[in-house]
Structures are given as structure tokens and as C-alpha cells.
């Protein structure tokens, strides 16, 4: 095991900062390193919006499910699927997009490629010894964030991610065993094999939770999921998402 | 600047592989990487396909428009958004997931995942001293990559990762300029600025490939996404994603 290794394995996510805003270098080295992640055929369809006036971040923390940490931290970034400078091009070049951007398979190529260059960005932060924390709240009311952020068709606000110094440590949340993730040459679709993983999985999170919680929680995982699965949220989605000119054909 | 975003920032596709498979423990840490990175409310919606078998390779090499990287390598790793065992665990607990996993919102949730997953596996790759290249071609022709290896329902095979001890070395491709990816408290919308950037972003790109190809190429970057995106091309995605359950609502 290398120390880059060692780094990424001792991620968790921090959601309690110091008061302390990121240096310019710091946010630099963290879009350049966002940058520098793959990218769907050289296409680069994605924004990144860094927000430090202090009235949009409370507004973003409302917006995001109250979180405080969306308002209180070093610096907050906004990762977007962009198709907008492709319009731009499309306008330049004289060529019709059309078809092409409005497709469910640039839709997935933007939403991959703001992800790849997200976790380039989180990793970079990291190896600063900053703590992070992906906020997928973000993703709540995307009207209202689109509106605040001022951004145009062909960019949909995917996730935010809060960056400062931390004041905490959390414990690592355990991950599904590595044989239930991971397959070998085809997909393992052994269902009482897939269930027998699962019932471990809930033995090991009971007693992650009952050891930091002194017994209050005892949850399973598949417990949380099934909560978490049963009550559909955002579903206004594909429509807001079509409306942006995305995923609609 | 320290040693991880150095690493981050030497990143290039390698496409070029000794004939040497990777060992089991390299595998583990790329797959352990992948699972420590940030997932979506906990969901971890996503699972790796590692292949090792060479026909296998040989016909995903095939499907995935006859790239030879694609069978020759250390390991070739497929990553999928994944929704299945979620399905097994609403049986467990009797629980009702449909209008949920049919969204576009949990769409996106599995494709979030499975590309920060896959990031780490990248940076964990590289920091053995291993290259990668993402291999987006799988998307060519996702029904055929589906049976041959067996994912089920409410699973996509989003992309693949070759990986290996890199026998090249090629030029790192120029990003888009800082300030046309990052924007601070709200979008830059001012269309002019956007094209002034995009000119002179071609300049780089133009001089970029004169240099490498002593001239054979010149092309610009505005000019490669006209044409790319002109062509509409993987059309069949939304519906095949809807076959396999996901963004339906």
C-alpha cells in the first residue's frame, strides 16, 4: 500500500470546518486537479462553481435540506453537467447539435464527466489535509439553485461539495464487502448469495452504529435502504432536467 | 503543490500496455479505492465487472468499436450503475422501491456513484505506477455488453477502465481554460467572453497537435466538438435504459 492509497482509503466525509476561508492556490490546485481527470472524448461537459458570497451560501443551505456545513466552510463548489459552451460551439462552427445534445447518452456523458472531475477535486483536497463532503441536497430544488447560480440551458447543477480545514474526525463509514461490489468476468446474479452478503453487511453496520451511538442506534443497512427507497424524492426531476434540453431523446 | 495533486495532474490515457496481468492485490486496492469514495446517501449504487477472460476481452474489444487496448492489458475493469440489490433487499423487506429506482433522480444517483467509484480506481491505479484509459466505446452497444456478461435488471454497464504498466508516454491534452470551467458565485453567461475563450483555446489546441503530428494535424477544439457532436450517435441509450428499469419517471 502506497500513501495515495492510504489517502483515499482514510476518506470520510466532514461536515464540521474551521472558520477559515481556502487560499486562492488552494482552490486553484483543485479546479486544475478537477480538470485534469478524464473526459469523454476531449468533450469537458462540465462547470464547476465555487461560491464564497456568504447571503448565496445561506440561501444554498436552505435550499440543500438546512445543512449548516453547506453554509459554514472553507469554500463551497458546485459540479455541473454543462452542454452550454457546446451551443456556443454549435453557433461558431454553424453545426446542428440538436439531436446530439438533447440525448439521454450526453446526458450521461456530462453527468460522468463532472463526477470523475468531482472526485479529482475531492482527492486534491484531501491530500491538502482538507476535509470534504459531497451535498446531494443540492439537488432538492434545482429551479431555485438554477435561478441563484444564473445558469443557462444545457447546465444542470448535479451536487455541491463542501471543503475546509475539519474540526472533527468521524469515524469510516464500513463499505459493502468487497466480494458483493466486485465481480469477475460476469455478473454474479445468485440471488441467496447476494442475500447471505447483505445479511452480513447488517450485522457489521448494527455494530458500527451501536458502537458510536452507545446502543440508540441499531440500524441494518438494508433496513436504511429500504426506508430511504420507499418514499420516492425529486421526482420532478426528469422534467426539470428535459426542460434544461437534456436526457429527452 | 504536493506529491498526490502532481500525480493527479500527470495524468494522460494510456492506451499501450505491457502483456503483464495485474496481481490479486493490485485488483484489491483498486477496488477497495473505488469503494472508499464518497456514495449518494449511502446508497453505494454500483458494481465492477473485472474481466479476465480473453475471449471475453476479445469481443468487448469488438463491441467497443475494435480498440486493441481493450484485450490487451493488465485487467480491464467495467463499471455499472447498479440498482439490483437494492430490488433483492425490497424483497428482503417487504418494501415498495418502484417509483424510486424508476427515476431519473436515482438514475443519476447510480451514475454519481459509479463515476467517483471509478475515479478513485484511477488515481489508485496510477499511483502504482499503472496507466488507464476510460473506455466510453463500451456504450456502443450496451445490449450486447449486457448479455455477455450478465447483468440484470436495474443495472447499466456505464463504462470501462483498461489499466496496466503503461509502454508509453503521450503528451498530456490541454483542458479548456480555468476560467472558462470555474466561475466564482454565479454562471458567466456573457456569450462574447465565452467565444473569446474558445478562440484562443484552439490556438493551444491547433499548436498542441501541429507539434505532435509535425503538422498532419491541425485541428481546433471547437472544430473536433462540431463534428463529434454533429453526429448524433448511441441514440438506442434511452431506450435501453429504460429497459433496465431506470429513468422512466
Same mark, same amino acid.
Given at each position: 500500500m502506497n500513501e495515495v492509497i492510504e489517502l483515499l482509503l482514510q476518506h470520510r466525509s466532514i461536515r464540521k470546518y474551521e472558520?477559515?476561508?481556502l487560499s486562492d492556490e488552494q482552490i486553484r490546485f483543485i479546479v486544475e486537479s478537477a480538470q485534469?481527470?478524464?473526459?469523454?472524448?476531449?468533450?469537458?461537459?462540465?462547470?464547476?462553481?465555487?461560491?464564497?458570497?456568504?447571503?448565496?451560501?445561506q440561501r444554498l443551505a436552505e435550499l440543500?435540506?438546512?445543512?449548516?456545513?453547506?453554509?459554514?466552510?472553507?469554500?463551497?463548489?458546485?459540479?455541473?453537467?454543462?452542454? +452550454?459552451?457546446? $451551443?456556443?460551439?454549435?453557433?461558431?462552427? !454553424?453545426?446542428?447539435?440538436t439531436d446530439s445534445l438533447e440525448s439521454t447518452e450526453k446526458f450521461m456523458v456530462a453527468v460522468i464527466d463532472a463526477a470523475l472531475a468531482a472526485q479529482n477535486a475531492a482527492v486534491a483536497a484531501e491530500s491538502m489535509g482538507?476535509?470534504?463532503?459531497?451535498?446531494?441536497?443540492?439537488r432538492n430544488n434545482l429551479e431555485e439553485v438554477a435561478?441563484?447560480?444564473?445558469?443557462?440551458?444545457?447546465?444542470?447543477?448535479?451536487?455541491?461539495?463542501?471543503?475546509?480545514y475539519p474540526v472533527h474526525e468521524p469515524g469510516k463509514k464500513p463499505r459493502l464487502p468487497l466480494a458483493h461490489i466486485y465481480h469477475e468476468d460476469a455478473y454474479n446474479q445468485d440471488e441467496e448469495t447476494y442475500?447471505?452478503?447483505?445479511?452480513? +453487511?447488517?450485522? $457489521?453496520?448494527?455494530?458500527?452504529?451501536? !458502537?458510536?451511538?452507545?446502543?440508540?442506534?441499531?440500524d441494518t443497512w438494508t433496513g436504511q435502504m429500504a426506508q430511504a427507497l420507499s418514499q420516492p424524492t425529486r421526482m420532478y426531476m426528469k422534467k426539470f432536467v428535459e426542460q434544461q434540453g437534456m436526457n429527452k431523446r
Open positions: 472558520d477559515r476561508p485534469a481527470a478524464s473526459t469523454s472524448s476531449y468533450m469537458q461537459a462540465y462547470s464547476i462553481i465555487g461560491v464564497r458570497n456568504k447571503e448565496k451560501k440543500s435540506g438546512h445543512q449548516p456545513y453547506v453554509e459554514a466552510n472553507g469554500h463551497f463548489f458546485i459540479f455541473c453537467a454543462d452542454f +452550454y459552451r457546446h $451551443t456556443v460551439i454549435a453557433e461558431m462552427e !454553424e453545426a446542428n447539435m482538507l476535509g470534504i463532503c459531497y451535498i446531494g441536497g443540492l435561478k441563484l447560480l444564473n445558469t443557462p440551458k444545457y447546465v444542470i447543477p448535479l451536487f455541491g461539495m463542501t471543503v475546509g442475500k447471505k452478503q447483505l445479511q452480513q +453487511y447488517n450485522q $457489521t453496520i448494527k455494530h458500527y452504529y451501536t !458502537e458510536r451511538t452507545g446502543g440508540a442506534r441499531t
